[in-house]
């Protein structure tokens, strides 16, 4: 593998790529070298299906859907094998690998401890202090049981939802496959929510346990999160007990019935480190993940323990290309998907090595990212281009003080790539030698489904093709599809293995969200995208409103609903304008209550008060007091509106608008 590292990247021609996504005019390929070719798990499957070429992999996987997701299976472990690969008698409420047993824990954990794998170090975790843990695959079973136990004896059961609100700490993780292991699904909160967005999850959940921590570190701060958690559970009836972990030590409040700490329950006699992880049907739920969407309250998407297993597995080992001696690192917070398919589960049902950060990128010095490289001698990083564009603000000396070398791959996720990022992150990262993986996926489709993988040749700002087995298109509203380089809708034509299941609570809104839309029959996706004349797939953006920040998805619903929660305000807009490193930023319009008044305090005041309800990635940028909003006849907010005249932009159709 170390051999491919200076391989020189072939360009095909001098030309430059455009600086948006979405250009079509794209003429420059980035090819990998033929080491990186020859040595890819992509290739070996490909030879082994008798394919010479990836284009006709594909579409032998497309042709073959079942019979490929079925090979990907077969390399995990089942208790009980399934009758049918895939049931569509109900669709869109589409079962994977029907009648099956398993437990996704089983395959993360279970079935290393029982090989040569139990020393091997499944997770390395540095703190922003430098402290470090590491836990190999026998001392992950060892903690996992113990914290499972200890759910088990609070009478934690199957069917029940835990809500875990933790910093980037081991004990996230943990605690995730800790409740998996037992049956029971998590619905984990990002640390860097606030109180409002923590209550209205745990409620729609109906959790009956909180885990969370006395706090975490965020550059050499601590946020408070027990406190928030105190204001949260405050206005949540369901809530009977809260398990805290002792990260930051600082002072909190414990109230004696409802708040127990993780560390003197772990010492009790229950909390045996032997646990027998529940075998569990493969449609049974593993999670919940709140997402933002176009309206109301966030969504809770729920996934499944089999079709999950298979698409998060399948889709790192070809496209990360994950070997035995790798150190991944995927830089996401587990709070987010990205983290839960590519930090959590997937790396630990490969059986690898994968590393966690707490902190900041740029904590204390803007070099700490590309030390924690040199230091852990990391092999494939996967983060989000708002980081890139981030980092490379600081400059070339920083990276150029560390040894790189030991990266072989890179990836990204989130939002479109612009150009001049992707090839800062190639050349100043990646030395020229490792490819990108733009992966294009969401909260709903659970793993990646427009990337590349190794071999293929990467246009800068492209996520590239659908990955195997996944069947996506651009089309018209009519379901045509669309010509080269017309804009159209990203749509999804055939079920998949990690698809969401369904919207806790809401089965309705499944089906009206991503299915009854036109083009109907197929899973829209909410993106605009456009092909290009190699067929290349260009994201263009959301065409809802969903915001995101810093590659964060937000709902405009949930921030404006922040801000009307403030006694000074009537009504409010929320809208997502560019911004140079975070991608988009929020601009809020607000109509004031009778007898407030505009003014720069009061602009800070409900910034502030969105944070603190929302959290710190919810605060608006700026904030414009109006007098009225455009909205339409029937009083929907023209958003749309409101950012072409912020942008400066012809406001287009407004023949709805409100008279
Ligand atoms: C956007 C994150 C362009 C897209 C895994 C999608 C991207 C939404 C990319 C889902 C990418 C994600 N290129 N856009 N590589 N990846 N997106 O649910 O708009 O937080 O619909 O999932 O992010 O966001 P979510």
Known sequence: MTETRNAALDSTTPMEAPHTAGGNSVDRFYKPSDEIVEQANVTAYMRSKGFQTYEELYNWSIANLQEFWTDQARELSWFEPWQKVLDDSQAPFYKWFVGAKTNIVYNAIDRHVNTWRRNKLALIWEGEDGSQRTFSYHTLNREVSRIANVLKSMGVRKGDIVTIYLPRIPELPLTMLACAKIGAAHSVVYGGFS????ADRIDDAGSKVLITADGGYMRGKIIE???IADEAMAR?????????VKHTGHEVTMENTRDLWLHDLLSLPIASPVCPTEPVDAEDTLFILYTSGTTGRPKGVVHTHGGYMVGTYTTLKFVFDLKEEDRWWCAADPGWITGHSYIVY??????ATSFMYEGAPNYPYPDRWWSLIARHAITVLYTAPTAIRGLMRFGEAWPNRHDLSSLRLLGTVGEPINPEAWRWYHRVIGGERCPIMDTWWQTETGHFMITPTPITPLKPGSATRAFLGIDVDVVHEDGSPCAANEDGLLVVKQPWPGMMRTILNDPERYV?????KEPAGMYTVGDSARKDDDGYIWIIGRLDDV??????????????????SHPAVAEAAAIGLPHEV???????????REGFAGSPHLEDELKAHVGHEMGPIARPEKIDFVASLPKTR?????????KAQALGQDVGDISTLEA
């Open 512 to 516: 009206t969200t991503y299915w009854d």
């Open 582 to 592: 975070k991608g988009n930023a929020i601009h809020a319009f607000v109509i004031l």
């Open 195 to 198: 109180v409002e967005a923590l």
């Open 346 to 351: 997937s790396p630990l049902v490969a059986g």
């Open 225 to 227: 999160l027990k406190k």
């Open 236 to 244: 949540t009836p369901t809530l009977q007990t809260c398990i805290v």
């Open 547 to 564: 915001i995101k920040v810093s590659g964060y998805r937000l709902g405009t619903a949930e921030v404006e609903s922040a801000l009307v």
């Open 634 to 642: 029937s009083g929907k907010i023209m958003r749309r509106v409101l």
